[in-house]
Nanobody, 119 residues
Framework: QVQLVESGGGLVQAGGSLRLSCATL???????????MAWYRQAPGEQRELVAS????????KYADSVKGRFTILRGSARNTVYLQMNSLKVEDTSIYYC?????????WGQGTQVTVSS
């Protein structure tokens, strides 16, 4: 069973920055392939939405329109790690952020980390 551990959430003023991190709790065996990594978010009463994703084979990234130009998804040098650099944060970015890995065609989720942006 693969466990993902997130960190980096917190309270920040509008216009500020935060960097979220997500890594597997243990090293991934070389027989398992991380196909893609992504960050989602879910605000109270809302559906979970894709924020950003990266395909590991090509490095192709995708972003929600609402975060383009402000957020960057990065894969760490430790290949089981992914980051979400969030700049120019807005109040509407307030949400619980979840990381997601697709490993050998299976979906794995982190426990979520709260990001709160104050005005």
């Amino acid at each position: 069973q693969v466990q993902l551990v997130e960190s980096g959430g917190g309270l920040v003023q509008a216009g500020g920055s935060l960097r979220l991190s997500c890594a597997t709790l243990r090293s991934i065996s070389s027989i398992f392939r991380i196909n893609a990594m992504a960050w989602y978010r879910q605000a109270p009463g809302e559906q979970r939405e894709l924020v950003a994703s990266i395909t590991t084979s090509s490095g192709t990234t995708k972003y929600a329109d609402s975060v383009k130009g402000r957020f960057t998804i990065l894969r760490g040098s430790a290949r089981n790690t992914v980051y979400l650099q969030m700049n120019s944060l807005k109040v509407e970015d307030t949400s619980i952020y979840y990381c997601n890995f697709i490993i050998s065609s299976n979906n794995y989720w982190g426990q979520g980390t709260q990001v709160t942006v104050s005005s």
